[in-house]
């Protein structure tokens, strides 16, 4: 990082409701004093009511970008000028970008999940089935992810079933020959569908603070040893869903590797400049 703030200095940030724990502001910081830029990564946490006016407060302060996290991804499109195309098919945005007043919408998710899972879960997603908890922003990007790399089966279980079938709906039309399966979260299938799993996603907020003592799981049990499961969330680093998946013998895998390569990517868009994504992480990872 540059020593001092000056005239030149360029701002870009991270809008959520829920972010005091974020770790965006250390990773983006850390990437800027490493290789000395001159730019500053502010947290902008704000409340629903505002969002429009803080995404209009982009332009009006020159903002070079911004990342957009839980729960906005869905709700900030209607405000932007432009959505880039795959952004647009799975229609969440996690970063924007600021060209000359114009403020276009990315998806850098997709790229940080499926790089995370092939790194650091070692898995091939190829012919594989899955279970995901959740149908919100999050999940719309892990679930692209799956059926680009060609996962043979999705099973969505959300809390609100008409939101899981909405991503069927959608995602069946870019993937014709995609097997999705939409639940609700109560649904007697959930035993037979995680036997039959290799990977198991939570995409939902249980976990997260202040529901520190919540699952999207309630049975544990049901986790196996063939499972790689792993949770968007990285505060607390280990949640309650993965202490109970490591109990029963499965591999684990938190939200910060996935934060971390998104995380650079959205970097690159913003600057044009693009660090190891691997390099950053034992930063992170030290430091957190
Ligand atoms: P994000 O952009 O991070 O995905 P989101 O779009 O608000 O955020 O989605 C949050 C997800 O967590 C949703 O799947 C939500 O379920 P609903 O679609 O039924 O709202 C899920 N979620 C949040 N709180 C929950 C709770 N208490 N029980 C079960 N699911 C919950």
Known sequence: MKKDINGKTKIIGVIGKNIENSLSPLIHNQIILKYSLNFRYMPFQITETDLGKAIQGIKGLN????????????????????????????????????????LTGYNTDVFGF???????????????????F??????????YALLEEGIEEICIFNRTLEKAKKIKQDFSSFFPRSCINAFSLEEENLKDKIKKAHLLVNTTSLGMP???????????????????????????????????????????????????????????????????????????????
């Open 134 to 143: 959740g149908a919100g922003g999050a999940a719309r990007g892990v679930i």
């Open 210 to 288: 202040p529901k520190i003592d919540d699952a999207p799981l309630q049975n544990q049990n049901l986790f196996h040893s063939n499972l790689l499961v792993y949770d968007l969330i990285y505060y607390p680093a280990k949640t309650l869903f993965l202490r109970r998946a490591e109990r029963a013998g499965a591999k684990t895998i938190n939200g910060l590797p996935m934060l971390v390569y998104q995380g650079i990517e959205s970097f690159y868009l913003w600057t044009g400049f693009k660090p190891e994504g691997k390099e950053i992480l034992e930063i992170i990872e030290r430091s957190a």
């Open 63 to 102: 903002i070079k970008g911004v990342n957009i996290t839980f729960p906005y991804k869905e709700k900030v499109i209607e405000f932007l000028d432009e959505v880039e195309e795959s952004a647009r098919r799975i229609g969440a945005v996690n970063t924007i970008v600021n060209n000359k007043g114009i």
């Open 114 to 132: 499926k790089k995370s899972l092939q790194e650091d879960g070692k898995f091939a997603i190829k012919k594989k089935k899955t279970v995901i």
